[in-house]
C-alpha cells in the first residue's frame, strides 16, 4: 500500500519544503502561502486516519502544536491558528489511499510585514477561505521559510 502512496515517498525537492522534522512527524510550509505561515504536517508511517493514532505519535504532534503556535506567535505575530484534519482530497479518487495529515493556518488581526511586503488576513475572525491564492512572492516565501525553520529547530523552553 505504501508504495502507491506518494506521501509516503517525497521527492527532493518536495522535503526542501520540511520547517521541522521529528521523529514520527514532518511539518512542511504550504505552497500556497494564502494564510502567512501555513503548514502542513504528516504522519512519517502511512495511516489513514487520527484514531489510528498511537499515544506517543499523538504526545509528539501536541509538542509539534505547541512549537508551531509559538513560532507563529512571536515571529509572526498570529493571534491564533486554525487546525483542521481533513482528507477530502483522498477521497475524489475511485480507491482512496489517504494518508493522514494536518493543516495549519495562523491568523492575523495585524498586517504582517516580510521583506518590507506588508501582508493582511482579510478574513480575520471569520473561517478560512478554502480557495485563496498565494500571497507571498517566491523570495518572500523562501525568506518566511528560513526564519521559520531556524525558530523551530532552537532549543525549546
Ligand atoms: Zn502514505
Request: proline residues 3%; aromatic residues 12%.
Amino acid at each position: 500500500m505504501t508504495k502507491e502512496c506518494c506521501w509516503c515517498n517525497f521527492t527532493d525537492e518536495e522535503k526542501q519544503n520540511i520547517l521541522f522534522e521529528s521523529a514520527y512527524w514532518y511539518v512542511f510550509l504550504a505552497d500556497n502561502q494564502d494564510y502567512i505561515g501555513r503548514c502542513v504536517i504528516v504522519l512519517k508511517r502511512h495511516s489513514e486516519s487520527l484514531s489510528d493514532l498511537d499515544l506517543s505519535e499523538w504526545i509528539e504532534l501536541k509538542e509539534l502544536i505547541n512549537r508551531l503556535e509559538k513560532c507563529f506567535e512571536k515571529i509572526l505575530g498570529a493571534d491564533l491558528c486554525n487546525w483542521s484534519c481533513l482528507m477530502n482530497d483522498f477521497y475524489k479518487s475511485a480507491t482512496p489511499n489517504p494518508h493522514l495529515h494536518l493543516h495549519v493556518r495562523p491568523r492575523y488581526s495585524k498586517a504582517i510585514t516580510i521583506n518590507g511586503s506588508s501582508y493582511i488576513d482579510t478574513e480575520f475572525g471569520h473561517h478560512y477561505q478554502p480557495k485563496k491564492e498565494t500571497l507571498l512572492t517566491n523570495d518572500n516565501r523562501k525568506i518566511l521559510l528560513n526564519m521559520m525553520k531556524t525558530f523551530l529547530n532552537q532549543e525549546q523552553k
